[in-house]
């Protein structure tokens, strides 16, 4: 078996394999200056690591399985092995509903295969594809997965490699394409040992989590290909359909070609040979249409971004929040709903008062599909960076929240619930981390509460990160069955069967209504800021909305006839003249007549 590693200012390397030392020699070949190589008998599951002129054995880099944790040697893994007995051709982001979830928390057990025994819930919901959280080593049991240590592997308390293919397969056999959340801008702060092997960050520039990923620095070719492998490795090896991409707009790198050029060209080569569509979203906030416009326009050819400006507006309009971020949007909520579901963005080059200055471009509304823009109400930021992470149906009601769902699901964009949405669950999800470190656990414990303390919040009420309980408020409170039917397991709570069947019937609207190919010059919307109401035409799709808390309203929809598909509340279908009666808190998904 060959064994390598890229280790640019060692002198002497030696491969530790199950507990015997192996000279490694240089790669002769002049293009892998820097990697050193060994050939040894191995099987799966023999421990192995490497040391740097005489030092102690790190674990590989590029280790797939590190079953001790991820600052102790890795094992041989052969991830081939794996029979995959589901025929899976591939599921395009055109079309797709996303399901944001946590392994750790979307149940109580935090594996893998405990997660996998719920994606039938998923398929009946009319999901498309589970979004991951992060799921690459971290120190301890549980945390968020956004400080991981090593991009090439899987948390072994999840279920390892092994877990991650099990769940793949059993989505693929459910229909469910899967989507992985990967963090190539910074490693966590406990852990990380690739700054021994060689240049994996530069002082050259600086993020929130100090030096940056050396992307354009000395060295930096083999810095990309290494966050790039590990980006196909995952495409590849676990078949998934797609990875989102954590803050891309912190990858600072001043080469000719931006290494998510690189990346996005290098898996839609993938796609090609693999024969199935693959993807990648951003997550990014920089408001800049070269994001996802194409490699040969001068873009970054990623297939869609997240859209905080929709999730900003509409939490405003919903919760009549106006601190922080979303001063800019409180303003007017329904005008800034209305121009970011025609427009994409709304900071667009206008003057944002929370950053002082102006910010962000327009989107081209005639080139740009809308799916490209990921539309969501809730997701594991902002539930999660909140002091008590309460979500959405405790903060604005069940009423509205269901408003939220109509213009999520039956909107332009690409539509992601956040885990248990769905039945409108009101469980916290709140930040925890399992730091070993006793000095890092206080001083992430102390930073939090000093956050919050300067926006009001006495420090007691902050729930700290390092308790088990803060982790275990935040598992879903599943039924003990969700086969059955919703209101036979909690009839106490015949809430949440209607909450689940109103998500069902949005997302069997969207999939039979909603045209594939639709451009942001296909959505219109008119609104009347006084009287609370908001009308998004996507299309054939019409989606009217009533914000006001206490007031009936009469929505203009516009000239032609339409068929009323599903509402909240008991209403008439349009009048003459496109005149829609919604009462107060309400929403009513129409489809344009032929």
């Known amino acids: ?80 092995t794996f029979e995959w007995r589901q025929p899976w051709p591939g599921r395009g982001l055109d079309g797709a509903v996303l399901y944001e979830l946590h392994v750790g928390t979307f149940t109580c057990e935090g594996t893998f295969d405990a997660a996998a025994a719920r994606l039938g819930h998923l398929a009946a919901l009319g999901v498309t594809h589970v979004e991951l959280m992060p799921v690459n080593p971290f120190p301890g049991l549980h945390g968020w997965g956004y400080d991981g240590v ?32 990967v963090v190539h801008n910074h490693l966590g702060p406990s852990g990380n040992r690739l700054t021994e092997f060689g240049p994996y960050f530069t002082d050259r520039h600086h993020t929130p989590w100090g030096s940056a990923v050396n992307l354009d620095a000395p060295g930096s070719d083999e810095v990309r290909a290494y966050f790039i492998g590990s980006a196909l490795a995952f495409l590849r090896d676990y078949r998934l359909d797609g990875l989102r991409l954590d803050a891309v707009h912190e990858l600072a790198d001043d080469r000719a070609e931006h290494m998510l050029a690189e990346l996005s060209a290098a898996v839609d080569a993938l796609a090609a040979e693999s024969g199935r569509p693959l993807f990648l979203i951003a997550e990014s906030d920089r408001n800049d249409p070269r994001t ?64 002082g200055r102006s910010h962000g471009r327009p989107l081209d509304r005639a080139a740009t599909p809308a799916h490209r823009l990921v539309g969501y109400a809730q997701t594991h930021d902002q539930i999660g960076n909140r002091a008590l992470g309460d979500r959405l149906t405790s903060l604005a009601g069940e009423d509205r929240s269901a408003l939220a769902a109509a213009l999520v699901l039956c909107g332009p964009f690409t539509p992601m619930l956040f885990m248990g949405e769905e039945w409108g669950a009101t469980s916290p999800w709140q930040y925890f981390t399992d730091h070993r470190d006793p000095a890092l656990a206080e001083a992430v414990r102390t930073g939090r509460r000093r956050e919050f303390e300067a926006h009001g ?64 010059a296909d959505v219109a919307a008119a609104f009347d800021e006084a009287a609370g109401w908001l009308v998004v035409h996507s299309g054939p799709l019409t989606v009217a909305l009533n914000f006001s808390r206490d007031a009936p309203a009469t929505a203009d929809l516009g000239p032609g006839g339409f068929e009323l598909l599903a509402a909240t509340h008991r209403c008439a279908p349009p009048g003459p003249g496109g005149r829609l009666d919604l009462p107060p808190e309400s929403a009513a998904v129409l489809a344009r007549a032929e």
């Open 457 to 520: 919040w006495a420090a007691g009420d902050i729930p700290d990160p390092q308790d088990p309980a803060t982790r275990e408020r935040s598992c879903l409170p599943w039924p003990e069955d969700p086969e059955r039917a919703w209101q036979a397991v909690r009839p106490e709570r015949p809430g949440e069967a209607a909450r689940l069947e109103w998500h069902r019937s949005l997302i069997a609207i969207r999939r039979e209504h909603l045209p594939a190919g639709l451009r942001l």
């Open 292 to 355: 996802t416009a194409p490699r040969e326009a001068g873009g970054l050819g990623l297939h869609g971004q997240w859209n905080d400006d929709f999730h900003h507006a509409l939490h405003t309009a919903l919760t009549g929040e106006s601190q922080g971020y979303y001063a800019d949007f409180a303003r007017a909520p329904l005008a800034a709903l209305a121009a970011t579901v025609t427009g994409g963005f709304f900071h667009a080059g206008g003057y944002s008062a929370f950053r």
């Open 150 to 181: 090593a991009p090439w592997g899987v948390h072994e308390p999840y279920g390892g490699p092994e877990g991650l293919q099990r769940f793949v397969e059993t989505a693929h056999g459910h229909g469910l394409g899967v989507v992985l959340d």
């Open 1 to 80: 078996m060959l064994f390598e590693v890229w280790a640019p200012r060692a002198r002497r390397v030696t491969l530790q394999l199950s507990g015997r030392p192996i000279a490694m020699a240089p790669d002769p070949h002049e293009a892998r200056e820097g990697w050193w190589r060994a050939e040894a008998e191995a099987r799966p599951g023999d421990r192995y690591g490497f040391a740097l002129d005489d030092g102690e054995v790190l674990p590989d880099p590029r280790a797939r399985r590190l079953p001790d944790g991820p600052e102790r040697p890795g094992a041989v893994t052969d991830l081939d």
